[in-house]
């Protein structure tokens, strides 16, 4: 008879045995949480700088993303208040752009019945621009908005005294003065989200992608690849605010 | 330098302006917050209470876990790019506790319509319809799974895609009529309509069938399909969805 060459029970058990180390360290690679890798670091302000794109050609004007920002944010739901909202421009063969915003967009656009042959038509998600020589943080007589050392203008709301210069100075329209804190109030880029990897409210719902958030300080980020791949413009760019908020596909009519 | 040597007058004067920077150095200790100063003018401290503020929105990914089985099927679908959150709403206490909260599980057809409604605004190329003569009345998930809405089981319903043809039909003369006893239709026209068109009537004989024809039956009126409506087709008189004698 041919039979196998025979291991004792004994030593087979302990040339398992000896592989258990190199095991437990082939499994450790799967452990879940080095799959989702988790910044467990403390948040360092200094390493980030953060941007937005918005590309006009793929916004549906759906409004869910100024929806999504009154919850995120608990900006109140009367229709004067928003740090996000959507606007639609009509631009005619003839006569004045026309552009509304009803309710910043949440509850969709009632149709519009132009006078004259439509040019073009389209949507225009607004926000603060986070600008790099923010004039609302230059009036602000207390110190109370400020730019971060991740380049985001916040407002401490503990700090406000409510005096409205900031409201007044923003060329984009951008605060409010939140009607039960009586303080200024204003996008943050949701900034307890995105300081834990999180992305804004408004870029995690919009359907299209039309909102891109991300890091310029990054090579691959999706901003970086917004920048490099369109033709982008900022609002307002004559007043040198150096706006953080790029368009892509916006006319000229866009301000 | 002896201390008298200094005018007398000075004194008094040099108390009062120590007494005035003390007097500043505590206010300012007292009213300027600890942390201000520390990176710029502004409260550091903020910062860190901006970024402890609480998160309504969890983000797809946290509903993957416990919804793999929709978040698959959305993936592959033409909605990979909504989040489940867009449809459903802050969902982040949901994720932290599934018992205690439920997220909104939308119905009818308002939440599509946000989207899918026809505005000139909107791209071209954005899929729209017109709720009006979209299958008016009917929740739009009674046919489109929200998940994955391309309808792959093709319906061979006509009022599917016709609606405003078919509601039009049911209440005309011809409404015992099948949509196919005047068209031909191929099987492929129910997934690709506008490559694989259905026929439309080509000659009068296609009424005279019925209206030309002693016996087709009493009650369908009878024509002379040589001399009635000259050389004319009969829809250019008739519509042949819902035909009228006057």
């Known amino acids: ?255 | 330098m002896k201390l008298s040597r200094i005018p007398q007058q000075i004194i008094p004067l040099g108390i009062l302006f120590a007494a005035a920077i003390i007097g500043l150095v505590v206010l300012r200790a007292i009213f300027v917050p600890p942390t201000f100063g520390e990176h710029g003018h502004y409260r550091a401290a903020a910062v860190d209470e901006i970024s402890q503020l609480p998160e309504s929105y969890a983000g797809i990914k946290a509903c993957m876990d416990c919804h793999s089985d929709v978040y698959d099927l959305k993936q592959a679908s033409v909605h990979k790019g909504l989040s489940c959150e867009t449809c459903h709403g802050a969902a982040a206490a949901h994720a932290a506790d599934p018992e205690a909260a439920k997220p909104v599980v939308p119905t009818g057809r308002n939440l599509c319509l946000t989207c899918h409604g026809y505005l000139d605004s909107r791209p071209s190329g954005f899929p729209q319809i017109i709720s009006a003569t979209h299958n008016p009345a009917k929740p739009c998930m009674s046919c489109h799974n929200p998940h994955s809405p391309i309808i792959s089981a093709p319906t061979e319903e006509c009022a599917a895609c016709h609606a405003g043809i078919a509601n039009q039909k049911a209440v005309s003369h011809h409404a015992e009529l099948a949509c196919t006893q005047c068209h031909t239709v191929p099987k492929e026209h129910f997934t690709q309509p506008r490559v694989f068109a259905a026929q439309k009537p080509a000659g009068r004989e296609v009424c005279g069938a019925c209206h030309a024809n002693a016996g087709s039956g009493k009650e369908i009126p009878q024509i002379d399909l040589a001399t009635h409506g000259g050389r004319y087709m009969c829809w250019d008189c008739h519509y042949p969805h819902s035909p009228e004698a006057q």
Request: aromatic share 12%; proline share 8%.
């Open chain 1, 1 to 255: 008879m041919n039979q196998p060459p025979k291991m004792p029970r004994r030593e087979f058990l302990s040339n398992v045995a000896a592989t258990v180390p190199s095991w437990l360290l082939f499994l450790s690679a799967f452990k879940p949480e080095r799959l989702f890798a988790q910044e467990s670091e403390k948040y360092d302000p200094t390493k980030h700088n953060y941007s937005m794109g918005v590309d006009i050609r793929k916004c549906i004007g759906c409004g869910r993303c100024a929806d999504a920002c009154k919850t995120e944010n608990h900006v109140p739901r009367e229709p004067f208040f928003f740090r996000t909202w959507v606007e639609r421009y009509v631009i005619p063969v003839e006569g004045e752009v026309y552009v509304d915003s009803p309710n910043g967009g949440i509850d969709g656009f009632p149709e519009y019945k132009a006078e004259s042959e439509t040019l073009r038509t389209f949507f225009v998600p607004k926000l603060c621009n986070h600008c790099e020589n923010a004039p609302c943080v230059q009036v602000c007589p207390v110190g109370a908005t400020f730019t971060s050392q991740d380049g985001v203008v916040l407002v401490d709301a503990s700090y406000c005294v409510g005096c409205r210069y900031c409201i007044q100075a923003c060329p984009y329209g951008a605060r409010y003065l939140h009607p039960t804190t009586k303080v200024a109030d204003k996008c943050t880029f949701c900034y307890h989200r995105i300081t834990k990897g999180d992305l804004p409210a408004c870029v995690e719902v919009c359907p299209t992608q039309a909102r891109v958030f991300g890091e310029r300080n990054s090579n691959s980020s999706p901003i970086r690849r917004f920048l490099r791949f369109n033709d982008v413009k900022v609002l307002k760019s004559y007043l040198n605010t150096r706006p953080k908020v790029y368009y892509a596909g916006a006319d000229e009519e866009v301000r």
